[in-house]
């Protein structure tokens, strides 16, 4: 099983728009996210590829493919991103069949560290939806801190809800990748 994750290209914009725009609605809502607040197809593909083209500096938005054996499966992001400071991450895998597996940790073992160095971050948060076991136990397991649960609407997307915020700073990166 071959695991590797690169900087979001042109070629993978249609798979993630896919991604949001063919999810059931049980699992969408399952994360979090208000339904009527999806974005069309060109307005994703819009936002999406204006992100490419931005500095790194100015990113509003850095999203890492998620490859296993060669084939995209998921994605992780950041926003909400103060450069040199922190950012907010999110983790997606697309399919059904590769979820609860694992696969998450190997994968933020490899995405952490570029969103650290790319963005010069001294601390990454991330606060999935308060219901929604999966995130909240992969990100205890990999070692991020646990902060509080608080009610917010923590993205574009989503419905006021209660979250958990975890954190991880930078001086335990080394302890991350063991």
């Known amino acids: 099983m071959d695991i590797s994750v690169r900087p979001i290209q042109h070629e993978d914009i249609n798979a993630l728009v896919d991604y949001w725009l063919n999810s059931s609605d049980e699992h969408l809502i399952g994360m979090g ?6 974005p069309n197809r060109t307005d994703l593909i819009t936002m999406l590829s204006s992100q490419l083209n931005t500095p790194i500096e100015q990113k509003k938005s850095f999203a890492l493919i998620w490859l296993l054996n060669g084939k995209a499966i998921g994605h992780c992001n950041v926003n909400q991103i103060e450069f040199n400071t922190q950012a907010f991450m999110h983790l997606h895998l697309w399919e059904q069949q590769t979820r ?23 601390r990454l948060f991330c606060e999935p939806y308060a219901l929604n076991p999966a995130p909240n136990k992969t990100l205890e ?19 006021e809800q209660p979250v958990k915020r975890w954190v991880i700073n930078k001086e335990h990166l080394p302890s991350l990748l063991l």
């Open 33 to 38: 996210v208000d339904l009527s607040k999806l």
């Open 141 to 159: 397991r990999i070692g991020f801190t646990f902060v509080n649960e608080h009610v917010c609407i923590p993205g574009y997307l989503n419905f």
């Open 100 to 122: 609860q597996k694992g696969l998450g940790i190997q994968f933020l073992k490899l995405s952490i560290p570029i969103f650290f160095e790319a963005l010069h971050l001294q």
